[in-house]
């Protein structure tokens, strides 16, 4: 085979090597890209719905509370109207009444004493539009609907005597009574709780739908009887800023957010559906019976959610099917995520279309069509180009090669007297004028020139040698001072002296020449808190069988104190008898890194304001505390702390008065806690304290009294005077929790019950505070003293 096709194919085949590893390495990737894209969508739809449907159960839980503190205050305004204004008398003359169950309509006559208020009878009034005395001015006043019953017999039905509650035909619900068993013979939790002496609020079936309820037991005039009930409540459905928060929630281009029952007659039904369109419908009664196999799976996924509440703080699982809407034939597929709020039994659907994100899918897909296409183009034009450019590249180093080679033949043969007349320049011009030379020199040349050329042949290969030598050590100087990378030798003595070291030491403050002179050791630079552990791990290095490579961080010092942060690589250097001589390296300044470390871990564990740990930061170190307690058997506590009065700062000074009034309480109440505690901002005016490893409660009350003590002194911010108190709610582990959500709440909920007796004092969690709407006693401890005080109002 000729040298030019050599040359030739020997290119073109480079080039096919190169293209085809790129063209088919990219043909590979389009596709793992292509997978990888559509699984990412889809891990963010599911994560997306996910969190939907978690905001919504917040949503419904925060709902929730807020209207049991309504129903709560409005036992208090039912019960003030009735026992304060004037006086309920269950005394009167005898009235029959036409009891009617309110779960089975079943009627039966019943006698029973007439209920007097200021000793006129309440009547039998089923006309919303004439006035009832005490409930029509309670649903006035709060917005509610209001009842007073009449206990009927020994058993404990409850009669509606006097009621803002609507029937079907929307009069009063007169003469309807709650039985103390339920239709399946369980009974009712309602007049159980009533009977017990004690307030409900909750769920709970009124006449003919859900309410959020609230029930008060009336007593006869010995106080040791149950004679009737006082009750609020509001209609579930009828919580008008739920509903729309939740119609308006829109997931992709039409993904909606729907609401369904899931027990007893509410089962598949429509609470809340997509933008409100199916409101009521009950999709376990539709023609199609694919949809309701998918609404059948969606209640089952929602019931086995209670057993994951033990790992998840609000379960929720996602389910794939096909679904057919109301207004078209086609099944579109779709994804849920499906959540499940108890104490209303709805069923939570956050859903979205998947053909919703088709698009950017197929976007994607087409972008990587198209790059794959560019790169198969210019592979081929890069072959063409390669192709045209190797053949007159050989076709120009050839020819003047085949001229010389006719010439080299003939001088071969003895013809001296030839000349090689090749006018090319680079190389192939070189070697001519080379070879003509030598010519020339052997006419002229005696019989000792093969000794003589010899010797300068040699000695010019020896000088082209030290020069490339000289240039190569050059190359490598210019490059080890142009890096941020500081080269250096190191005798493995002690001290390490420095053999050599790269003169960009400068970089950190030193001049090369003290460190080779000896003036300066290696060691002499090492800060003092990490020399120690340098030194352990260069002494392990040098005894390690492997000896590879070792990377250190550690910080240095410069004769003006400056602190500086490196990255030291070394390699050791043994003798013939394997013993380690010197270390050699490299040294990289990271100073800047280490400091953009130190910043991303403050702005993720510390809040912005006051410096102090933040919520992520506090929930590891109270897990870890938790998990001490228990290896321990100790107890640890947590301090729930919110200012008191704190909105009427910022209301009348501005936020930035109470953010500097915020800086200021962070500063005193850390000053009350130990080494090991932990003090953090939960955002606005509230803190939380954690004080693990305590023997006794006793401790506990100590930094509560501390800090009620340090917050009474006032404070001072731009030369204005603020009196801000404390209220603390406290918890224990493990008697008051095991888990860090059950220790918030109750800590939260002493806290409030701490607002609630006058604020300025701390109140530890008690059990009674969550069997009742509020405990009937709580200890609150006030300037040094406790108290057991009522805080369940008159019985």
């Not at 005395?133 to 006097?162: S, Y």
């Not at 000794?451 to 030598?469: A, C, G, K």
């Not at 290696?522 to 990490?530: G, L, T």
């Not at 305590?694 to 603020?722: G, H, T, W, Y």
Request: proline share 3%; aromatic share 8%.
């Amino acid at each position: 085979m000729k040298i030019r096709t050599k040359i030739t194919g020997m290119g073109l085949l480079l080039v096919l090597l190169t293209a085809a590893s790129i063209v088919g390495i990219a043909m590979y990737q389009e596709k793992v890209l292509e997978r990888n894209i559509g699984q990412e969508v889809d891990l963010l739809v599911s994560s997306e719905i996910k969190k939907v449907a978690q905001n919504v159960y917040l949503m419904c839980r925060t709902m929730q509370e807020s209207l049991e503190q309504m129903l709560t205050h409005g036992l208090n305004v039912a019960a003030d109207v009735a026992g304060n204004h004037a006086q309920l008398n269950f005394k009167g003359a005898p009235v029959s009444w036409q009891a009617v169950n309110q779960f089975t309509n079943e009627t039966s006559e019943v006698t029973l004493p007439k209920v007097l208020y200021d000793g006129i009878w309440l009547g039998r009034n089923t006309d919303l539009s004439q006035p009832t005395a005490i409930v029509d001015e309670v649903t006035k006043l709060l917005g509610v609907t209001c009842t007073v019953f009449q206990r009927m017999n020994d058993e404990g039905d409850m009669l509606r005597v006097a009621t803002t509650v609507p029937d079907l035909n929307g009069n009063r619900a007169i003469g309807t009574y709650i039985p103390r068993y339920n239709p399946d013979g369980s009974p009712n939790e309602v007049i159980e709780t009533l009977l017990r002496g004690e307030a409900f609020t909750g769920r709970a079936y009124v006449v003919n739908a859900w309410y959020l309820t609230g029930y008060r037991p009336l007593w006869d005039s010995s106080g040791s009887k149950v004679i009737g009930a006082l009750y609020v409540g509001q209609k579930q459905e009828n919580v008008t800023s739920l509903r729309h928060g939740i119609m308006d929630i829109t997931i992709g281009k039409r993904g909606y957010v729907a609401v369904l029952g899931d027990k007893g007659e509410q089962r598949g039904k429509y609470i809340i559906s997509g933008y409100g369109q199916r409101d009521g419908e009950n999709l376990l009664l539709a023609d199609s019976p694919s949809q309701k196999k998918e609404v059948e799976k969606i209640l089952q996924l929602a019931e086995t959610l209670d057993d994951r509440k033990a790992a998840e703080a609000i379960p929720v699982a996602l389910h794939r099917y096909l679904w057919k809407n109301s207004d078209g034939s086609e099944l579109h597929p779709k994804m849920a995520a499906i959540g499940y709020y108890e104490p209303w039994d709805w069923v939570i659907m956050a859903t979205a279309y998947e053909e919703d994100f088709y698009p950017a899918r197929q976007r994607m897909a087409s972008a990587l069509s198209n790059m794959i296409s560019w790169v198969a183009g210019v592979a081929t034009a890069i072959i063409v180009l390669s192709l045209l450019i190797g053949y007159y590249v050989a076709r120009g180093i050839v020819r003047p090669l085949e001229k010389a080679m006719e010439v080299f033949e003939q001088i071969g043969q003895g013809h001296f007297g030839l000349q090689l007349n090749v006018a090319a320049r680079g190389e192939i011009g070189q070697l001519s004028r080379s070879f003509n030379n030598m010519v020339e020199n052997l006419l002229e040349v005696t019989a000792s020139r093969d000794d003589l050329n010899h010797e300068i042949v040699e000695r010019i290969r020896v000088e082209n040698e030290l020069r490339e030598i000289s240039a190569r050590r050059e190359d490598l100087e210019r490059i080890v001072n142009n890096s941020p990378a500081v080269a250096f030798l190191w005798c493995a003595e002690s001290g390490w002296p420095v053999e050599y070291v790269s003169p960009n030491i400068s970089q950190f403050g030193f001049d090369s020449e003290d460190f080779c002179r000896g003036r300066l050791l290696f060691s002499s630079v090492v800060h003092a808190e990490d020399l120690e552990r340098v030194q352990e791990a260069v002494t392990r290095h040098c005894s390690s069988p492997k000896g590879g490579a070792l990377a250190l961080e550690y910080r240095i010092l410069n004769r003006r104190g400056e602190e500086f942060w490196i990255v030291n690589r070394l390699w050791l250097r043994r003798n013939d008898d394997g013993e380690v001589t010197h270390y050699q390296g490299v040294v990289l300044d990271i100073t800047a890194r280490k400091k953009a470390e130190a910043d991303i871990k403050k702005l993720a564990y510390y809040d912005a304001l006051t410096g102090l740990p933040n919520r992520s930061l506090f929930m590891n170190r109270l897990k870890q505390a938790l998990a001490q307690a228990k290896r321990d058997e100790r107890l640890a506590a947590l301090l729930f702390i919110d200012l008191d009065k704190f909105k009427e700062v910022n209301d009348q000074y501005g936020h930035a008065f109470g953010d500097k009034l915020l800086k200021a309480v962070g500063l005193r109440l850390a000053s009350c806690i130990r080494q090991n505690d932990t003090l953090a901002r939960f955002g606005g005016d509230e803190f939380i304290m954690l004080l693990p490893g305590l023997n006794e409660i006793s401790a506990v009350n100590i930094v509560a009294e501390k800090i009620l003590a340090i917050m009474a002194e006032p404070f001072c911010i731009d030369q204005r005077r603020f009196d801000i108190s404390s209220s603390i709610g406290i918890t224990l582990y493990p008697q008051d929790g095991e888990n860090t959500d059950l220790l918030f709440k109750r800590a939260d909920m002493a806290m409030y019950v701490a607002k609630d007796m006058g604020r300025n004092g701390y109140c530890f969690f008690d059990v009674k505070m969550e069997r009742t709407s509020r405990p009937r006693y709580a200890r609150k401890v006030v300037a040094g003293q406790s108290h057991l005080l009522p805080i369940d109002g008159p019985e």
